[in-house]
Every structure is written in C-alpha cells, then in structure tokens.
C-alpha cells in the first residue's frame, strides 16, 4: 500500500506488486477462515472435513497447504498406523482469531438486513 506518484495525491493505491495482496487473497478466501475457524483445537485432517459441510477434500487440501506455506497453520504427521495428520494454529494463525471473530460477528449481525438489500436489488433488476 503506497501514497499516490505526486504528493498532492493523498489517496491511498493497492499497487499491484503490494505485498499485502496475495496476503489478504489468502486469509480472506472463504475455506481458509473457515478451516482457521474450526482449528480451535489440534485437529485431524477429516475432523476439519466434517466441520466444514460442502468443503471438497481437494480444495481442503490446497487451503491448509496454502496456510501451512503462510505459516498461519502446523501440519504435524502422526505415528500412528495407518499415518495420520493432524493441523493445528500457530502462533501467527493463533493472531487472527480475534479480527476474524469481529469479522464473524459482523456477518451475523448484518446478514438479515444484507439478504434483505440482495432481494430489494434484484427486484429493480429487469427480467
């Protein structure tokens, strides 16, 4: 995030190499703040499955790599027979509880008057 080319431009511009975007891309994607949502815990890898109802076992797969790679999660391999795997938050991932719980609360709190708008909207909308 960078100030505008001249000084009299005070607005602010999400350049396109800015380091936050792929960042943001990430943590905002709506299978990785699930998935963090439901690690309150140490979890195995179809326990976070069954939590997350509709999430496909590959794109839940490619989410906790991604968080892993971002160091938001832990994959830790248990030994046990057959192998398991189990994911927990770390430190960093830990951090995002809050926000996301703010985030979360604010889904809920607005997500009748929202549907409502949605509906409004595409009554105006021609057929």
């Known amino acids: 995030m960078t100030t505008g080319d001249t000084g009299a431009d005070t607005g602010i511009v999400y350049r396109a190499d800015c380091p936050s975007r792929p960042i943001l891309d990430q943590i905002a994607d709506k ?15 179809n326990d976070v499955k ?3 109802e509709g999430v ?24 046990t027979s057959p192998v398991g795997v189990e994911y927990s938050l770390t ?4 951090s995002l509880r ?7 609360g604010w889904t809920t ?9 949605q509906q409004d909207y595409d009554r105006r909308q021609p057929a």
């Not at 299978?31 to 890898?45: E, I, K, T, Y």
């Not at 430190?91 to 830990?94: A, I, K």
């Open 56 to 79: 496909t076992q590959r794109v839940l797969t490619q989410t906790l790599r991604r968080l892993e790679r971002n160091g938001m999660v832990e994959r830790r391999v248990l030994p």
């Open 50 to 52: 069954r939590r997350l």
């Open 109 to 117: 709190a607005h997500a009748d008057e929202i549907r409502q708008r």
């Open 31 to 45: 299978w990785s703040m699930m998935a963090l949502a439901v690690l309150d815990r140490p979890r195995r890898f």
């Open 98 to 104: 809050e926000p996301f719980g703010h985030l979360y």
């Open 91 to 94: 430190p960093l991932g830990e």
